[in-house]
């Protein structure tokens, strides 16, 4: 399987699983915007080039987003750049944890 179909078989399955918790914001692979589709392709590369934890998912996802000019905001702001999870991985909510275990498992599986 290509790199970009499980990515997008991994952002697929985060939009059903923020959905699943109220979470109605993430659009379909398809009317993702470039960056967020570089970000999950950035991601898979990762563990497959790597035996990586949940834990470290998070934190390569985070060193990205910083490298980009991301910083903490109390709410996600594509345009100021501000993400609530730009935190280390022990202070995430479980509901923001769970989506790096469902990463690594689509990754895993496919």
Known sequence: MEIKQIAKVC?????????????DTQTTWEEAPNWQQK??????LFHLEND????????????DKVE????????????????????????????????DFLFKAVVDSL
């Open 11 to 23: 952002h697929n399955v985060n939009k059903a699983y923020c959905e699943s918790i109220g979470d």
């Open 39 to 44: 970000s999950a392709v950035s991601g898979v």
């Open 52 to 63: 990586v934890t949940p834990e470290q998912s998070h934190e390569n996802w985070l060193k």
């Open 68 to 99: 980009d000019g991301w910083v903490y905001g109390d709410t996600k702001d594509v345009e100021l750049k501000t993400h609530p999870c730009i935190v280390p991985y022990d202070d995430l909510p479980i509901e923001q944890r769970t989506k």
